[in-house]
């Protein structure tokens, strides 16, 4: 019980982080991340499937904030004015991804590709885990990771497609 | 050796091989440096997407996402949740009880009373509205007079007050005693001075037999009757005589074409 407590709190740094990524408001976040908690901890004993503990808590995370999109777009959606940049001008040397520019280009992407993205470079999970957090095959995921870095690397302003042979 | 794909080429980016996969490619990308050039823009933004929202995982964690403090807090509603239950269930007992005690007290009322009360209660309320007095608007009372009969399930036509000097505003549905048909209709008629009267309508009581009632209730003058069809109660704050000679008119005309219906008397 208590051991299962201390697994839930070493897990929720990466939680909060993760929820800020997808909700870029940090009251948002922190609210979304309570109720994933609470709703693990209600459940411990019931429901909690086999399986790494913190790939549970993000799959729980990642449903609500879903369920909470999902009203948000029938509502009107909130936005936290941090949240909005400034405009910003194409970074200066070629190569350097400017951050607002980024953050933005974030914000574009479809939500699946966002998911998958932040879980990947965010957190650091491997392919395996974010696949099962997201319940997806393997190959959908990766082709959600190409289909977002392509996306982010057009946003950013940073030259198409380098010509990738494939080679033996 | 197996073949780089753009999956490779991803998955190593991602740090996802193992280090014979990385230093396959790392071989290949020695002697591919457009191709290299492509992994270090994946990693950039990987980087980019870290500086951005890596400090949210590093900052203080709020008491309230503390799992003890969360775990801590459930078991104290569950305990809580239990007591309240605990108490419903004593409070539903004591209920109960009393009610079966007081029986004959409650029935003691009569349903003219209930009704009478509605009636002056839906008189208040609605008498004080100006945009929204009526559902549907005397100007209708063809409508007015099929729908409401419909509802009641009685024939129910719309007295002409004509000659007291009222005129009708309209008429509403209201929801009435479950056990007296469930439901009642509403016409409020206005005289050119803005006073208003309503009239209260029901289906005809179980027992369907013939009363009369008058009453003043809370500054309100009440007349109520009943008959074998409907009940009604007429309700103003006119003075005694008026309410009278309103009422009067009222009943005649619903009255009509009654079997056997009784002459007014007052």
Known sequence: MSDFLDQVETCVPALRRYARALTRNADLADDLVQDCLERAISRQGLFRPRGPLRAWLFTILLNLHRNALRSSRRRGQEVDIEAIEEPSTPAPQPGHIALAEMARAIETLPAEQKEALLLIALEGLSYQEAADILKIPLGTLMSRLGRARAALRAATGTPSEPHLRTVK | ?266
């Open chain 2, 1 to 266: 050796m197996s073949e780089i794909n753009r999956d490779t080429l991803m998955a190593y980016a991602d740090g996802q091989l193992d280090n014979a996969g990385r230093q396959h490619v790392d071989a290949y990308l020695t002697a591919n440096p457009d191709t290299a050039a492509e992994i270090a823009l994946m990693q950039r933004q990987s980087d980019a997407i870290r500086t951005l929202f890596a400090p949210a995982g590093a900052e203080p964690v709020p008491a309230r996402l503390k799992p003890r403090r969360i775990a801590a807090e459930q078991s104290r509603h569950r305990r809580g949740a239990v007591g309240w239950a605990a108490a419903a269930v004593i409070l539903l007992g004591v209920g109960l009880g009393a009610g079966w005690f007081l029986r004959p007290v409650l029935d003691s009322r009569p349903p003219s009373a209930t009704l009478i009360a509605d009636a002056i209660n839906a008189h208040t309320v609605y008498v004080a509205e100006n945009r929204h007095a009526v559902e549907v608007g005397g100007e209708d009372s063809e409508h007015l007079t099929s729908w409401l009969s419909n509802r009641l399930e009685t024939q129910l036509g719309m007295p002409n007050l004509d000659a007291e000097g009222f005129s009708l505003v309209g008429g509403r549905l209201l929801p009435g005693e479950p056990e007296l048909g469930g439901r009642a209709a509403q016409l409020m008629y206005e005289s050119a001075d803005k006073e208003r009267v309503t009239i209260y309508v029901t289906a005809a009581l179980p027992d369907g037999q013939p009363a009369y009632e008058f009453t003043r209730y809370d500054g309100a003058e009440a007349f109520y009757w009943a008959n074998e069809r409907i009940t009604c109660t007429v309700v103003g704050t006119l003075p005694e005589e008026r309410m009278k000679a309103l009422s009067r008119a009222v009943y005649t005309q619903l009255t009509e074409g009654d079997d056997g219906r009784e002459r007014y008397r007052s």
